[in-house]
């Protein structure tokens, strides 16, 4: 610091901690990092967020209001945001260079005002592994957040390895196949191993072998999940996992379970938080007027869009299925103007059956008394937003870590039944009506209900005073403070 700034820094800067937490432009990523930065800045930390890309700052800064802005703060970037969003683009490829440069000027410009504590950290997002270039340069410790769960963490720490004996990219015809050999991760077929690690070809893979190995190269990793629900690969990544310096092997890295990274009134408010009255939209009004725990919601997460004729199928599996459902889907690519639901298909389900092409307050949703059962694409977030409502599962994973999430749910902790896998192809109506009649109909359905409840337990005491989430934020802060006071 004072090679950099030329002065001493005062008691008080010296004693506080001032993290840069930096974000990666998906929402999947985005809204965990945003309730992890609040989390910090409760428990005392200065946090200067810096907003890479404009797209954050409609939905998630407006959540800082009322927060005292000299200690947390939004700072920009000066990259000019792509057009867009979300992770399809992967906007950070092309940009990386020039990221580093600004961010560079950035941290100057943070280490030397005078009214600040110096950066403690960087915490930033799994796919910002350039960041340890900036945290090399000011000697700070990067601490990645993983916005997956602990077992995607283990595939993802051994891509390098996995590469290096030419095991990936995976070869088409072995898809089937198991992998073993993975620390701490039950046998898993090659095909549910994440997306972007199967396929050379595909954009996106060169981009996530590179942050594999630049994740490394940090102090540590704070994962979004806790501890009681992944015990096993949680220890197995705290003993195998070193880090690596100039190429070789140091530290063991820093592995700590803070999540669910969500808000606070989640974990506290009763069977329902409270919507202003502008929030309470139809989705929600349309939940009034249901009986307890009767509905199905149906989503995909803030990526995934289904093709015209598998939403068709959908509806006609919901409609088959007798159940009263809540169906929120993102608009795919329609041209033709093609009607999305098949005909008379939403005057035949009047009354049990609500549709909403667009955004839905999922987390109000999922509080709902009304909301019984949630079919889900297995995104990480909506897991866990769904495991601390206690709510059982559908699973029907489509692209990244999601096949690994549903295996998960439902061989691990039994808390889901299985809709299909993510090489099933076009789902039938059929199957999707069995499935949902298992879950909302059946004796098997309670069973699972009950596992699940039981995760809700783990993850309120968990999150609760003095839980392992609290702990572990504590370490976190330890750690910072013995590298502060070397
Ligand atoms: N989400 C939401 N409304 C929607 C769709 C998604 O609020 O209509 C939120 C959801 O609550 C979760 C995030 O968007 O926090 C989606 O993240 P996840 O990891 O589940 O899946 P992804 O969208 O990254 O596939």
Known sequence: ?????????????????????????????????MHFAKRLHSMGVVVTFVNTFSHLSKEHFRTLDGLDKSTMRVVPLGVSPPEGEG?????????????????????????????DAPPACIVSDMFLGWTQVVANKFKIPRYVLFASPAGALATMLHMPELIKQGRLPIDPSKKEELIYDIPGVPPTRLADLPSPMQDANAYEYPFYARNCV??????????????????????????????????????????????????????????????????????????????????????????????IPQIQELAMGLEMSGQRFLLVLRAPLNPENLPLFPEGFEERTKGRGFVHVGWAPQLLVLSHRAV????????????????????????????????????????????????CTVTDGFISRERISTAIKRLLADPEGVIVKNNMQKLRDLALAAVGEGGSVQRNLENFLQELRSWKSS
């Open 372 to 419: 019984g059962g949630y079919l889900t694409h297995c995104g990480w977030n909506s897991t866990l937003e769904g495991i601390c409502r206690g709510l059982p599962m559908l699973t029907w994973p489509i692209q990244a870590e999601q096949a690994m999430n549903a295996r998960f749910l439902v061989d691990d902790v039994k808390a889901a039944i299985e809709v």
């Open 1 to 33: 610091v004072e090679e950099i700034s030329g002065e001493q820094p005062s008691i008080e800067q010296q004693l506080q901690l001032h993290a840069v937490v930096l974000p990666y432009p998906a929402k999947g990523h985005s809204i965990p990092l």
């Open 214 to 307: 630049e994740m490394h190269e940090a102090t540590g990793v704070l994962i979004n999940t806790f501890y009681e629900l992944e015990p096993s690969y949680i220890d197995t990544l705290r003993q195998t996992v070193y880090g690596n310096v100039n190429g070789k092997e140091g530290h063991l890295l820093s592995i700590l379970p803070v999540g669910p990274m969500l808000p606070k009134a989640y974990f506290t408010a009763g069977p329902e938080i409270s919507a202003n009255v502008e929030e309470r939209d139809l989705c929600l009004q349309w939940l009034d007027t249901q009986p307890e725990s009767s509905v199905l919601y149906v989503s995909f997460g803030s990526v995934a869009v289904l093709s």
């Open 87 to 115: 992770t399809t683009s992967l906007p950070y490829v092309e940009h990386v260079n020039e990221l580093v440069e600004d961010a560079l000027l950035l941290f100057e410009d943070l280490f030397s005002r005078k009214e």
